[in-house]
């Protein structure tokens, strides 16, 4: 892969850390307190790119490269969110981080519910961005789940083990998931779409990502449909900021996995698709140190 990008006007410091016997590719900018950023698919650290400079004028800003994404190691195994969220905790414990705030992304934001309701005494508070809580919540509804089954069939063509690896690996394909919902079509720039789907030329990843798509499917997307998912409560101050215009995560979607007694507070931004940090950069840096700031009674 080409270089390491970079964010002009930002200092950006790349190393390599091992945990749980694996190598992960971390990107960290600014000083203070540590965040940590996790990004979703088919992204890596750059998903931060155009937020960054606003979190690390007040954080160490801390985004690893989830595993068989990015720069970071590409096993065969290991893609349930949930180990997604154990190489985080792994992650902290290499860098000597007792304590974070914590903002995650689409698989990221995932993986960062799981890491609040799982291990409450490491997040400080958490941001999520454009994902449903993975739980079900009492307006889940089968109905429901059948109505909106439709909006993951590319998972399915993802997942394919005879061509979910070969269509990842083109460009075009690379292109059309990350502007497929855009309200503003500068959200991705031409750079930004060779940035995200280099990688994929590698075969590791490109059979990575569909492996990403072949667990939730057959083992976690049953389980959150059971309500046997997660059934650990959300202690940690939540806020999650969603895109409206989200066309696999629709509203009704997010609505239906809120759980009375979580803290969690949600506010839907209309001038949005799925890819926030790119559409409303702005907003989501501004609500996030807000956040950061105030919403601090977990202790």
């Known amino acids: 892969m080409r270089p390491f990008p970079e964010i002009p006007g930002l200092n950006v410091e790349h190393d390599f850390v091992t945990a749980r016997g694996l190598?992960?590719?971390?990107?960290?900018?600014?000083?203070?307190?540590?965040?940590?950023?996790?990004?979703?698919?088919?992204?890596?650290?750059?998903?931060?790119?155009?937020v960054l400079p606003a979190l690390a004028a007040e954080h160490r800003v801390i985004c690893p490269d989830l595993r068989g994404l990015g720069w970071?190691?590409?096993?065969?195994g290991g893609y349930d969110k949930?180990?997604?969220?154990?190489?985080?905790?792994?992650?902290?414990d290499a860098l000597g981080l007792e304590r974070v705030r914590l903002m995650g992304h689409d698989w990221g934001g995932w993986a960062g519910f799981l890491l609040?309701?799982?291990?409450?005494?490491?997040?400080?508070?958490?941001?999520?961005?454009?994902?449903?809580?993975?739980w079900t919540g009492p307006e889940t509804s089968a109905a429901g789940s059948l109505r909106d089954a439709w909006r993951f069939w590319y998972q399915v063509v993802n997942a394919s083990p005879l061509v979910g690896s070969q269509v990842i690996r083109r460009e075009a394909v690379v292109a059309g998931v990350l502007r497929a919902d855009n309200v503003h079509p500068e959200a991705f720039s031409e750079e930004d779409v060779?940035?995200?789907?280099?990688?994929?030329?590698?075969?590791?990843?490109?059979?990575?990502?569909?492996?990403y798509y072949r667990t939730f499917l057959?083992?976690?997307?049953?389980?959150?449909l059971k309500g046997t998912y997660e059934p650990r409560p959300l202690t940690v101050p939540t806020l999650l900021l969603h895109g409206e215009r989200d066309v696999v995560i629709p509203p009704d979607m997010v609505r239906?996995?809120?759980?009375?007694?979580?803290?969690?507070?949600?506010?839907f931004v209309p001038d949005s698709g799925h890819w926030i940090a790119q559409e409303r950069p702005d907003l989501v840096a501004e609500r996030a140190l807000w956040w950061f700031r105030e919403a601090d009674y977990a202790g």
């Open 72 to 76: 970071s190691e590409a096993p065969p």
């Open 194 to 211: 060779r940035i995200f789907a280099a990688p994929f030329r590698e075969p590791a990843r490109a059979r990575a990502s569909q492996r």
């Open 116 to 134: 609040a309701a799982r291990a409450p005494e490491r997040i400080r508070q958490y941001v999520a961005l454009n994902i449903a809580p993975p």
């Open 218 to 224: 057959l083992r976690e997307l049953p389980a959150v």
């Open 23 to 50: 190598r992960f590719h971390v990107a960290q900018a600014g000083a203070g307190e540590p965040l940590v950023l996790l990004h979703g698919w088919p992204q890596h650290w750059w998903a931060w790119a155009k």
């Open 82 to 92: 949930r180990e997604l969220a154990a190489d985080v905790l792994a992650l902290l």
């Open 256 to 267: 239906a996995g809120m759980r009375e007694g979580d803290h969690l507070e949600v506010e």
